[in-house]
C-alpha cells in the first residue's frame, strides 16, 4: 500500500510533465502523419484440391488422406508462391504491363498517373526503347535479353534495389496464408497503388500456376520420356528377335520343332524296328538258301553259272531295293500319296521278274535232269524262294542303312536348331517381360502425369482479385495514439528511474532512506509565480511546527536548553530558521540566546577544540533556550563536549541538493560526537508538494485544492 501511495505522490508530483509532454508529442505526430500514403489492399482465395480433389489414382473419394502429404503439398504450394521466381516473373510482368498502358494524366485500372510519371522519371532512355506498346510478350522477351547480373543493370536492379513496386522486398510483403486445415488459401496483398495492387494479385495467379506446373511436370515429363523411349528400345529390339527367329526358322526349314522332333524319333524308332526284321528276314533266307544248295549243290552251281539266271536275279535286287527306298519314302511323308503308282508299277516288275526267273530255274531243271535224278524240283523252287527273299531282304537291308545315315544326319541338324531356339525364345521372352514392365511404368507415369494436371487444373480462385475503389484505414489513429502513451510511459519510467536512482534527498521519506535519521520538520521554498502572496503564510506554518515539534526536547529542570543547528554546507538556510524560532519562542515568553558562529561567538583555537561546555564560551544568565548556529562541517569540526551538552542537534539539509558522500561522512562523524544527545534531520528549500506531506495542506484553502489534496491522502470518503 506504501508503494502504491509512492506511485501516486510520483504521479501527482510529474503532473505537468505528463500533461503537456505527451500532449506535445501528439501533436508532433499528427502534423508528421498528416501526408501518410493511402493503402489499398486486394485478396483472392485459392481452392488447390490437395487434399479433396479428384483423382486419377484415388479417385473420387480416394484412400485415408496422408495429412503429412497434404501439408507438404500447401507448404510448397505456397513456397512457390512466394519463390524469388514467381516473383521476379510478376515483377518484370507488372513493369511491362505499366510502361505500356500508363497514362501520365489520367489514373488507370494498372497504374495512377503519379505513379506512372515516377516510373518513366527514373526509367533509362535505352530500357524505354524496349517496350513495345503492341505486346507485352514482346516487351517481356526484350527486357528479359537486356537484363544481366549487374548493379548498373535497371532491369536486373528493379527487381533486386528497394523500389516499392517491383522489387522482391515489396512483392515479399504478399501474404499467403491457408484457411484453417482446407484445401483454400488466401492471398492478401496491399500497396499505394489500386492497380498495381490488383494487377499484382492477377499475375500472380498466373505465374505461381505456371511455376508450380513447370515444377510438377518437369519431374512427371522427364520420367514419361524416359519411359517411352526405352519402351521404343525394347520394342525395336523385340522387333528383331523375333523376326530374327522366324528367320532361323526360315534358314533351318523348321515349321514346329517339337513335333518335327517328335516325328524323326518315331521314324527312327519304326525304322530301327523295319531294319532289324529285315536283317531277320535276311539270316533266315540265308539260312535256308545255304540249307537247300547243299542238297541240290550240283543244279544251283549250274543255276548261278547262267548269266541269264544272274541278269535276272540282279534285275530283281534292284527293283527290290527301289521298292523297299520308295516305301520308306512314302512312310516317312505319310501325307503324300504322288509314289504309291510308281510302287504298284515296280511290284509289277518285280512279280514278273519273279515267274520269269521261277520259269527260267523250271526250263534248266527240266532240261538238265532226268526223271531219275537225285535232285527234285521241290527243292528248287524253294531255293528260288529263299533267294528272292534273301534279295528282298538284301536290298531292304541296304535301304535301311541309309535311312539310318539320314536320321542320324537329321539328328546332327536339329540338335542345335534346338538350343539355339530355346536361347532366341527365352531372349523374346526377357524383351517381353521387360517390355511390359517398361510399359506399365509408362502407364502409371502417364496416369500420375494426368493426376498432375487434374490438381493443377482445380488451381482456380473462388474469390477472384477486386479492383480495389476505397483505401485502408491509416495507421495514423495508431501512430498519434501510441506517440502519446509512449511519451507518457517514456516520461513514467525516467521519473521512476530517477526516483530509484536519484541521490537528491527531495522529501522526508527520501531523505529518511538516504540518510539514518528522522526528520524533524520541512521547510518549504518560496514561491516566486502562482502562490507568492501565501509564501509568509506558509512560512509561519512551518516555523510553528518546527517550534512545537522540538518542545518534547525541551526541559525546563535543564536550563539553558542547548539546541546546535548544522549543516553540511553553507546557505542551508540556518540563520532564517533560528530567527524566526527566536521571535516565536519571544512572543512566548521565553528568553532565547542566539549564538551565532557569524558574530565570533565560536573563533577556532586551541581552547574552542577542546571546550566541553557552552558555559566556557560565555556566561549564563537566565536562558531559557540558547539556540546555536554552528559553521557548517565542511570548513570546521565542532567540538565533542558542544554536542553532546545539546538538548537537540538539528542536522539541516537542503531538500534540493544531492546528497554526497561527504555529507554522509560528515553527519556520520557528527552522530558519533553526539553520542547520546539527540541528532535529527530538518529539510529547507522544500516544495510546497512534498512540505504538505509533513505541515498538512497549506494556503489557498480552495474547494479544488481542498478535493486534490483529499485525493492524494487517499481520503476518498472523508468528509
Request: charged share 25%; glycine share 4%; with cysteine.
Amino acid at each position: 500500500m506504501d508503494l502504491f501511495y509512492q506511485i501516486i505522490k510520483l504521479v501527482y508530483r510529474i503532473r505537468y510533465w505528463l500533461l503537456t509532454l505527451p500532449v506535445a508529442a501528439m501533436l508532433i505526430a499528427i502534423y508528421l502523419t498528416r501526408n501518410l500514403p493511402r493503402v489499398y489492399e486486394v485478396n483472392t482465395t485459392i481452392y488447390t484440391g490437395v487434399a479433396s480433389g479428384f483423382t486419377i489414382e484415388t479417385g473420387e473419394s480416394g484412400t485415408k488422406l496422408d495429412w503429412n502429404s497434404v501439408n507438404n503439398g500447401i507448404d510448397n504450394l505456397m513456397s512457390i508462391i512466394k519463390s524469388k521466381a514467381t516473383l521476379r516473373e510478376v515483377s518484370i510482368r507488372l513493369y511491362a504491363q505499366n510502361m505500356i498502358y500508363g497514362n501520365p494524366k489520367e489514373d488507370n485500372n494498372y497504374i495512377s498517373a503519379e505513379n506512372y510519371r515516377k516510373l518513366i522519371a527514373i526509367t533509362p532512355k535505352d530500357v524505354k526503347n524496349l517496350i513495345d506498346k503492341s505486346s507485352v510478350e514482346k516487351t517481356i522477351e526484350n527486357l528479359n535479353r537486356y537484363e544481366k547480373a549487374s548493379p548498373k543493370n535497371f532491369v536486373y536492379g528493379l527487381f533486386n534495389w528497394v523500389h516499392p513496386h517491383y522489387s522482391y522486398a515489396a512483392l515479399s510483403k504478399i501474404e499467403v496464408k491457408r484457411i484453417y486445415n482446407s484445401d483454400m488459401l488466401d492471398i492478401k496483398y496491399a500497396s499505394d497503388d489500386p492497380g498495381i495492387a490488383y494487377n499484382t494479385l492477377i499475375l500472380l495467379i498466373r505465374e505461381f500456376k505456371n511455376q508450380y506446373e513447370i515444377l510438377r511436370f518437369g519431374e512427371t515429363n522427364n520420367v514419361v520420356e524416359y519411359f517411352r523411349s526405352e519402351l521404343a528400345k525394347l520394342g525395336a529390339k523385340l522387333r528383331n528377335s523375333e523376326d530374327s527367329l522366324t528367320q532361323y526358322y526360315i534358314e533351318k526349314k523348321v515349321i514346329n520343332y517339337p513335333e518335327q522332333t517328335k516325328q524323326i524319333t518315331a521314324l527312327a524308332r519304326d525304322y530301327d524296328l523295319l531294319y532289324r526284321d529285315a536283317i531277320l528276314r535276311h539270316s533266315s533266307s540265308d539260312a535256308a538258301v545255304r540249307e537247300l544248295e547243299q542238297k541240290i549243290i550240283n543244279q544251283t552251281k549250274m543255276i548261278e553259272n547262267n548269266t541269264l539266271f544272274m541278269n535276272k536275279l540282279e534285275t530283281l535286287s534292284q527293283l527290290s531295293t527301289e521298292i523297299a527306298r520308295r516305301e520308306m519314302l512314302s512312310k516317312s511323308d505319310s501325307t503324300s500319296k504322288s509314289g504309291l503308282p510308281m510302287i504298284r508299277s515296280y511290284k509289277d516288275r518285280q512279280i514278273a521278274v519273279e515267274k520269269d526267273l521261277k520259269d527260267f530255274t523250271q526250263k534248266l531243271a527240266d532240261s538238265k535232269y532226268t526223271s531219275d535224278g537225285i535232285a527234285s524240283i521241290t527243292y528248287i523252287d524253294q531255293w528260288i524262294e529263299e533267294i528272292i527273299k534273301r534279295e528282298k531282304a538284301k536290298s531292304e537291308i541296304l535301304v535301311m542303312e541309309d535311312v539310318r545315315k539320314s536320321l542320324d544326319q537329321e539328328y546332327v541338324y536339329f540338335s542345335p536348331v534346338g538350343s539355339t531356339l530355346k536361347r532366341k525364345e527365352r531372349e523374346i521372352g526377357f524383351t517381353e517381360q521387360s517390355y511390359l514392365t517398361m510399359l506399365q511404368s509408362l502407364n502409371t507415369a502417364l496416369m500420375r502425369q494426368k493426376t498432375l494436371q487434374m490438381s493443377s487444373a482445380t488451381l482456380k480462385p473462388i474469390n477472384p482479385p477486386l479492383f480495389p475503389v476505397s483505401p485502408l484505414r491509416t495507421a495514423r489513429r495508431v501512430i498519434v495514439g501510441a506517440t502519446y502513451l509512449s511519451t507518457m510511459f517514456i516520461i513514467l519510467g525516467f521519473f521512476l528511474f530517477l526516483e530509484i536512482f536519484d541521490r537528491t534527498v527531495r522529501d522526508k521519506s527520501r531523505a529518511e532512506r538516504l540518510i539514518p535519521a528522522k526528520v524533524l520538520g520541512v521547510f518549504p521554498r518560496k514561491n516566486k509565480m502562482r502562490y507568492r502572496r501565501f509564501n509568509k503564510e506558509q512560512e509561519r506554518i512551518a516555523t510553528n511546527y518546527l517550534a512545537n515539534a522540538m518542545v518534547p526536547f525541551l526541559n525546563r529542570n535543564n536550563r539553558p536548553n542547548i539546541i546546535n543547528f548544522i549543516s553540511p554546507d553553507e546557505h542551508y538556510g540556518k540563520s532564517e530558521l533560528i530567527s524566526r524560532l527566536c521571535e516565536i519562542w519571544s512572543d512566548m515568553g521565553l528568553n532565547v540566546r542566539v549564538a551565532a558562529w557569524h558574530d565570533n561567538v565560536f573563533d577556532p583555537s586551541k581552547e574552542y577544540v577542546y571546550i566541553n561546555s557552552y558555559s566556557e564560551l560565555f556566561p549564563y544568565t537566565d536562558e531559557d533556550v540558547i539556540l546555536a548556529e554552528h559553521v557548517d562541517v565542511r570548513r570546521a569540526a565542532i567540538p565533542t563536549g558542544l554536542l553532546r551538552e545539546a538538548a537537540l542537534n538539528i542536522f539541516v539539509v537542503r531538500a534540493d541538493k544531492v546528497w554526497r558522500d561527504i555529507d554522509k561522512v560528515a553527519f556520520e562523524r557528527v552522530a558519533e560526537q553526539s553520542a547520546g544527545a539527540p541528532i535529527m534531520l530538518y529539510l529547507t528549500n522544500v516544495r510546497r508538494d512534498v512540505a504538505e506531506n509533513v505541515l498538512g495542506m497549506l494556503p489557498p484553502y480552495t474547494f479544488i485544492r481542498m478535493f486534490v489534496y483529499k485525493i492524494i491522502q487517499f481520503g476518498l470518503t472523508s468528509k
